[in-house]
């Protein structure tokens, strides 16, 4: 659940969205490296099997959980999913988290439903023959994450979970916010907002009065930000680890 991908100084935890895997990450490993020891993290019920209850609470237990191996305290980067854990792991365990970079999420989501997304779900053509089949079909950029995510059997690529299991984390989301946990966290923290973002309209910006939060509007970006934009992303992270100068960074 917990990979190693190397470096040296700093811990550096990637958390990916929803229906990601730690290989997203993967087009971003390098550079990040050069700024610390970096770590990239299977969420439950992606790949592996779920929490009993789908609350965050229990997805950031499991996260806790397999993080006893690092000792000192985390820059943790989360993009959608990964950026509420991230946040609410920061929560928890004040303690264990250094620092925090958080793409395209925010608190409140009240009033929203996945029922007609988890139905869109649904009737993807399942088994995608093809990496060429997933690209034409989710296009270049979100094909790329699911190309990443989704497993490859003999008779094509499926999803790497199930379709109720994805729907139930994001209907929680639609059923409380998280105000409380981002307002109680007092480390350094970095905000990516998509210019085509999923957030509702103003809430990052509403993050970022928290003292010691910068927040980045990226033009152009959509939901994915890291891999739409990602010159843009990595000049915004890097200026952010590079201006808080950190503990335990290289050097």
């Known amino acids: 659940m917990l990979h190693d991908e190397g470096g040296t100084g700093r811990p550096i935890l990637l958390l990916h969205g929803l229906m990601g895997s730690a290989r997203t990450w993967r087009r971003h490993v ?10 990239t993290f ?23 959980m397999h993080l006893h191996e690092i000792i000192e305290p985390l820059v943790v980067i989360g993009h959608s999913m990964g950026a509420l854990h991230a946040w609410c792991l920061a929560a928890a365990h004040p303690q264990r988290v250094a620092a925090l ?5 925010a608190p409140d989501f009240r009033g929203r439903t996945a ?40 008779d094509g690529w499926h999803l790497h979970g199930d379709v109720a299991t994805f729907r139930d984390i994001s209907e929680e989301w639609g059923s409380r916010h998280f105000w409380e946990e981002w307002n109680s966290i007092r480390v350094p923290a970095l905000l990516l907002e998509g210019e085509f ?3 509702p309209e103003g809430q990052m910006r509403q ?3 928290r003292p010691g939060t910068d927040h980045v509007l990226v033009e152009g970006a959509g939901h994915l930000v890291h891999d739409d934009r990602p010159a843009e992303y990595r000049a915004a992270v890097e200026c952010f680890l590079t201006a808080h ?3 335990g960074g290289p050097g």
């Open 115 to 154: 029922a007609n997304w988890a139905t869109m779900i649904a009737q993807w053509p399942q088994p995608f023959p093809s990496e060429a089949a997933v690209l034409d079909y989710f296009g270049p950029v979100a094909g790329r994450y699911f190309l990443d995510s989704f497993v490859r059997r003999d």
């Open 42 to 64: 299977d969420a439950a019920g992606h790949g592996r099997p779920a929490p009993r209850e789908l609350t965050t609470e229990a997805f950031v237990a499991d996260l806790a």
């Open 30 to 39: 390098a550079w990040l490296r050069e700024h610390g020891h970096v770590y």
């Open 101 to 105: 970079v958080l793409e395209d999420m």
């Open 207 to 209: 993050m970022a009065t």
């Open 245 to 247: 100068a950190l503990p």
């Open 197 to 199: 973002t999923i957030t």
